[in-house]
């Protein structure tokens, strides 16, 4: 059974860039949900998606867009990188919106420089 | 606001030595507490969800509990690969995880 998958693992960009994450949810599972980790800190929440709509939205600025995939994959984008958001970007994937547990993937590693 | 927070910040214990995390949590209406565990540079994995106060839920070594205001992740004579941060979240209606800052624990032989 396939867990939660997420590419690239390391990724290092340049102030201003574009990027593109991607997450494969855990077998079963037809929600996911992004968060951004900064060292030292608890991941915060970004954006949920289901049935490929965005669902909920956290605190963050309209930079940070995604998408969700009929298979259920999901993308992040980040438009205008700047340093702070340098961070592990992980994916969390679930069934449904109604509450179930959160399974993570390993991460992104994003250095902005 | 769902808030949460965790202490102590980091903890180090005798092989063996047991002791209690704690996550204080203010929510609009609990629909559940999670406890996670995290190895440095890797995703969370998943321990327990609590959804209501007086349940209790237990894996190895690990025994979590759930108050109205709080939970305890209870380690019982831990061992060194017990070492990592452990993070609570809690879910609220209408809202999404939020998590704690987690507390980094480390086992010494």
């Known amino acids: 059974d396939a867990g939660v998958t997420q590419s690239p693992t390391h990724l290092i960009k340049t102030r201003g860039q574009q990027v593109t994450l991607r997450c494969s949810p855990k077998?079963?599972?037809?929600?996911v949900s992004w968060y951004q980790q900064a060292l030292g800190q608890g991941p915060q929440f970004i954006f949920q998606?289901?049935?490929?709509?965005?669902?909920q939205r956290g605190n963050f600025p309209d930079r940070f867009s995604g998408h969700q995939f009929p298979n259920y994959s999901s993308e992040l984008n980040v438009n205008a990188l700047l340093l702070g958001d340098s961070a592990l970007y992980l994916c969390a994937s679930s069934l449904g919106t109604g509450g179930s547990e959160q399974y993570f993937g390993p991460g992104t590693r994003l250095t902005v420089t | 606001e769902d808030q949460v927070t965790q202490s102590p910040e980091a903890l180090r214990l005798q092989e063996g030595e047991s002791s209690s995390l704690n996550c204080s949590y203010t929510v609009s209406g609990l629909r559940g507490l999670f406890w996670y565990r995290q190895d440095p540079g890797k995703g969370p994995e998943f321990l327990f969800t609590?959804?209501?106060a007086g349940e209790e839920k237990e894996k190895e070594r690990l025994k979590a509990t759930l108050t109205k205001k709080e939970s305890f992740l209870h380690i019982t004579a831990p061992k060194p690969e017990d070492s990592a941060t452990y993070l609570c979240a809690v879910l609220g209606y209408g809202q999404n995880f939020v998590f704690g800052p987690g507390t980094r624990l480390s086992v010494l032989p």
């Open positions: 609590l959804y209501s």
């Open positions: 077998s079963g599972h037809d929600t």
């Open positions: 998606y289901y049935e490929e709509e965005e669902r």
